[in-house]
């Protein structure tokens, strides 16, 4: 090749696969009649198809993706298509059955789950709202649903027990509770 065409072209006539990529007699690669590429498969049903349960520890179907220096996966297994971590962390989870969404757990039971710890000193999911100027978290724990400022401190505190809600404290004992005025 001169590099002015392609180094390799196949031609393949009729209804047979183009090509059959074999380890032994192990088809790893298969392009079917019509140009969809099976990976674990001979009868890949869709442009790309990849089959198979040969990842580290994971019995899922599986594709990696990453720079080279991590071990990042994406794949789709019998209850859901996750995204792990480098580290081997499940990541986000998608429920195949309904659809819902989960960060931080394997079996998300809402629509958007969030689950896990992000602040230092705190033991509460959260979600971090921001600009490029500060942040701003809501989170939900076992004794309250509280709302941070940038600064980390709790601006607004809903205690789970009661409904009481607080400004400026983060033990409300009446109904609204704000310290040091309005």
């Not at 696969?17 to 049903?45: C, E, K, Q, W």
């Not at 209850?79 to 998300?108: D, L, R, Y």
Request: without cysteine; charged residues 5%.
């Amino acid at each position: 090749n001169d590099g002015t065409g392609p180094a390799l072209i196949v031609n393949q006539n009729g209804v047979q696969a183009i090509a059959d990529f074999r380890d032994d007699t192990t088809s790893v690669m298969y392009i079917a009649n019509g140009g969809n590429i099976g990976l674990g498969t001979t009868n890949p049903s869709n442009k790309l198809s990849i089959q198979g349960s040969t990842l580290s520890a994971y019995t899922n179907s599986a594709m990696k993706l990453g720079d080279g220096s991590g071990n990042e996966y994406i794949g789709a297994g019998t209850t859901n298509i996750s995204v792990w971590t480098n580290g081997g962390t499940q990541a986000i989870a998608i429920s195949q059955s309904n659809a819902n969404i989960g960060f931080g757990t394997t079996n998300p039971s809402n629509l958007l789950t969030l689950q896990g710890s992000s602040l230092s000193n705190s033991n509460q999911a959260q979600l971090k709202l921001g600009d490029s100027t500060g942040n701003a978290y809501i989170g939900a724990g076992t004794t309250n649903i509280s709302i941070w400022t940038s600064n980390g401190s709790q601006a607004l505190v809903i205690s789970q027990s009661n409904a009481n809600i607080g400004i400026g404290t983060t033990n409300p004992s009446s109904l609204l509770q704000v310290v040091n005025g309005v």
